[in-house]
């Protein structure tokens, strides 16, 4: 009996733990979620979205440059990434699954998915800020491809992989070559896990800083071409975060709001739309 | 040309193709390990091995050390899992064990969509809101309670490599935490129920049946986050304090090779500065690359033998 009584003061115990550990948790994301939305959206207003930044120190002006920035880079690196990517996914699953340039290129493809980003930057930074002598829109892009390329690459293999044999042998029964059957039959079926993943790679980039640091910077005006430095949000949040003035914390909490939603808005469609086809 | 071979050369030439992308991607990585040791060589010429154990960082003479950067890294991370690792199993287990049904989902994907959060966010959030609350609260009370332990004297500055670690910590719960979820909820339902049936407390059924059963996805996790921490950058710029000094006190401020890097990087005048802090960029991505290598092989591990 003793023995039982000390099992259940230790079972108690530990589930009183867990639960604890959990509500922790809740408690400071839920925190930290709050304080975004709270004070970002009171910083959120017209001027925020159509405004040019105002000189240090002022109150007033917008993000305008630095949110068109940001979404300009975004475009462009899934641009980059996106043939890349699903060009080495569909080798990775339809021609290399057993041959050493499959193997190889899967495992670095899953090393440069957690590489840290910073290291990226200053990647890009040596590759094409160095060789083209000065920060620019390009460089940014560029780094920002560079995070998504792996991600693609092994969403698309992955969903490549989970289309069924039978769609290949029909395909192939009627005599259509292995290409066509690919293009034609294969992409199609897997085409929501593949835009899904793209998706996801995309809300990832959107708030990456750190590859940004050292190859978009940021500008406080708007951009002429992407050959110059271009203003961009999370590089502008980290600036205005560490800056003395009222105001730019303000604005800061508003980029954090903005960012977030929309990182989140993006993860939840990929999600409804990966419960609905499951 | 006849049919057949106007199929194979289609083919072949679409194949061909998507190995040029597949060895770009292999290509991608040697040239970033190739440019940044190039870079590096400068600084690697100039310190040599003692680059990595001098705590030397002085620009205005030119001696650079990558000791504090890399004791930063090791020491955040480090404390980052001890805090993250608990509270992550506690989430795991509540969500798979001892949450009511209709909880489940809505609290799982909560988790989930944290994961997703920009580390900049956690970062800002860190040093608005966590760290005057260190300062005034949190950092006083350890201090005159537990202040005779050198980790918790010193000045209450709330930027600092504890409060670096907290943020850092609660940037990679989701992230294990969900990890760890999925690893339970593969465990066999027979498995457990036996065990129940012959009279196990819930404790002992996670104890005895979840967590070894799951241990191989447990570590494989905690392998991943340890990846994160190590190369996060803007969760920790923002709360470690950017200081060059070592110290016993966690409240002091100190540095982390991401830190530096994204602080000093766009200022460096200097050939040797840039090298010395290119250097430290590899240093941070060859710590990480050997911890996620081991991360791979035990999870490929891991498949093979539950495959058998």
């Known amino acids: ?278 | 040309m006849n049919q057949a071979t106007r199929k194979l050369s289609g083919d072949t030439i679409f194949r061909a193709l998507t190995m040029t992308f597949a060895a770009g991607v292999v290509l991608l990585f040697v040239t970033l390990i190739v440019v940044l040791w190039k870079e590096s060589q400068l600084s690697i010429d100039a310190f040599g091995f003692g680059f990595l154990f001098s705590s030397d960082w002085n620009p205005v003479t030119e001696k650079f050390g990558a000791w504090i950067p890399i004791f930063g890294t090791l020491v955040s991370t480090f404390l980052a899992l001890l805090f993250a690792i608990p509270l992550s199993l506690g989430i795991a287990l509540f969500l798979t064990e001892l949450a009511p049904a209709w909880l489940r989902t809505p609290f799982g994907t909560a988790i989930e969509l944290l994961a997703a959060i920009p580390s900049i966010v956690y970062g800002m959030w860190g040093l608005f809101v966590l760290a005057p609350l260190m300062a005034d609260h949190v950092q006083p009370w350890l201090g005159e309670h537990l202040g005779f332990i050198p980790l918790f004297s010193g000045p209450s500055m709330g930027i600092g490599m504890l409060t670096a670690s907290l943020v850092l910590a609660l940037m990679i719960i989701p992230f294990i935490a969900s990890v760890t979820r999925d690893v339970f909820l593969m465990v066999p339902q027979n498995l457990k129920e036996a065990a129940y049936g012959l009279g196990c407390t819930t404790w002992e059924v996670a104890r005895d049946i979840t967590i070894p059963y799951g241990k191989k996805g447990i570590v494989g996790a905690v392998f991943l986050g340890m990846g994160r921490a190590l190369g996060e950058t803007m969760a920790v710029t923002f709360v470690i304090g950017n200081a060059y000094h070592l110290s016993w006190s966690l409240f002091a401020p100190g540095n982390s090779i991401a830190s530096t890097l994204a602080n000093e990087f766009t200022e460096a005048d200097g050939d040797l500065y840039l090298s010395s802090l290119i250097e430290l960029g590899l240093v941070l991505f060859l710590i990480t690359f050997t911890v996620l290598t081991l991360a791979q092989l035990w999870l490929r591990r891991g498949m093979q033998e539950s495959d058998r």
């Not at chain 1, 979205?49 to 975004?74: H, R």
């Not at chain 1, 475009?75 to 190889?104: C, D, N």
């Not at chain 1, 560029?142 to 042998?169: D, F, G, N, Q």
């Open chain 1, 1 to 278: 009996m003793n023995n039982m009584q000390r099992r259940k003061i230790i079972n108690g115990t530990v589930l009183v733990l867990s639960t604890a550990a959990a509500m922790i948790g809740l408690v400071m994301l839920t925190w930290i979620l709050g304080d975004v939305a709270i004070k970002g959206a009171s910083a959120i207003n017209w001027d925020f979205f159509t405004q040019l930044p105002s000189p240090p120190g002022d109150e007033g002006g917008g993000l305008a440059n630095a949110i068109v920035g940001t979404l300009l880079m975004t475009v462009v690196a899934t641009l980059i990434s996106v043939p890349f990517g699903v060009m080495a996914g569909t080798y990775l699953s339809e021609f290399g699954r057993q041959t050493a340039l499959g193997s190889t290129a899967r495992f670095v493809a899953d090393i440069l998915v957690s590489a840290p980003s910073i290291v990226i930057g200053v990647f890009v930074y040596l590759l094409v800020v160095k060789t083209m002598g000065n920060f620019s829109g390009w460089a940014g892009a560029i780094a920002l491809s560079i995070i998504m390329l792996p991600v693609i690459t092994r969403t698309t293999e992955e969903m490549l992989r989970m289309v069924p044999k039978e769609m290949r042998e029909s395909a192939l029964a009627l005599g259509a070559p292995y290409w066509k059957m690919l293009v034609q039959v294969i992409y199609r079926c897997a085409m929501t896990g593949m835009i899904t993943g793209i998706m996801l790679a995309v809300a990832r980039v959107a708030g990456e800083t750190a590859p940004l640091l050292f190859t978009s910077l940021n500008s406080p005006y708007w951009m002429q071409s992407m050959n110059e430095p271009m203003a961009n949000m999370t590089v502008a949040l980290f600036n205005y975060a560490m800056s003395p003035y009222d105001d730019w914390h303000a604005k800061a909490w508003g980029m954090a709001f903005l960012i977030t939603m929309s990182v989140l808005v993006v993860t939840i469609i990929t999600r409804i739309s990966l419960h609905k086809r499951s």
